[in-house]
């Protein structure tokens, strides 16, 4: 009886040294799903801007990069990022990155809106989020909140801050859509 327990004992012993000899059975890749964290497919919107155009994140996928940022004219963190986001948007509007400024609807108008917009030579679209359905959609809760979605939209940074390899992160973004980490 001794001999035939040291097989059975000596099989898990050796299918640890080589698990190349153990079968298993692969799960499937399951693709993202919609979210609002880094690795989700960022949620599909559709806002008009102050102007009244339409902006569609679905249909800048595959061939934009977009940082969205949902914001306020009277929150100064919000105000402080503008200089950056549009210095940015003008490196690289050109080479497919899309930012998108998302007013958050709280006691503002669009009329003040737009005169800060003005005022700070935003150069890039302010979308009204007529109700805060996006806002809740995304949760956010604290603003600013940036949002980097790369070409296949899937988020590839979230956070109250910009990264502090912003301009890397967006480079690496739109050159082959494999990011290098984000840090705050």
Not at 60 to 78: D, E, I, L, S
Not at 131 to 146: F, K, L, S, T
């Given at each position: 009886m001794t001999s035939l327990r040291l097989p059975a004992l000596?099989?898990?012993?050796?299918?640890?040294?080589?698990?190349?000899?153990?079968?298993?059975?692969?799960?499937?890749?399951?693709?993202?799903?919609?979210?609002?964290?880094?690795?989700s497919v960022a949620h599909d919107f559709a806002l008009k801007d102050l102007n009244g155009q339409k902006f569609s994140l679905k249909e800048?996928?595959?061939?934009?990069?977009?940082?969205?940022?949902?914001?306020?004219?009277?929150?100064?963190?919000?105000l402080q990022e503008i200089p950056h986001l549009?210095?940015?948007?003008?490196?690289?509007?050109?080479?497919?990155?899309?930012?998108?400024?998302?007013?958050?609807?709280?006691n503002q108008t669009p009329d003040v809106v737009r005169a800060v917009a003005h005022d700070l030579k935003v150069n890039?679209?302010?979308?009204?989020?007529?109700?805060?359905?996006?806002?809740?959609?995304?949760?956010?809760?604290?603003?600013?909140?940036?949002?980097?979605?790369?070409?296949d939209g899937i988020i590839r940074y979230t956070g109250t801050t910009l990264p502090s390899n912003y301009e890397a992160l967006v480079e690496s973004l739109l050159k082959d859509g494999s990011p290098r980490p984000a840090s705050r």
């Open positions: 000596l099989l898990p012993a050796i299918l640890l040294l080589d698990p190349g000899m153990a079968l298993a059975q692969k799960l499937p890749k399951l693709p993202p799903t919609p979210g609002h964290r880094v690795g800048m996928r595959g061939q934009r990069v977009v940082h969205v940022v949902f914001w306020a004219t009277w929150c100064v963190p919000c549009r210095a940015t948007y003008e490196k690289y509007r050109d080479r497919g990155l899309q930012v998108l400024g998302i007013v958050v609807d709280m890039y679209p302010i979308l009204w989020d007529e109700g805060g359905e996006i806002q809740d959609r995304y949760r956010v809760a604290y603003i600013p909140h940036n949002f980097l979605v790369g070409k």
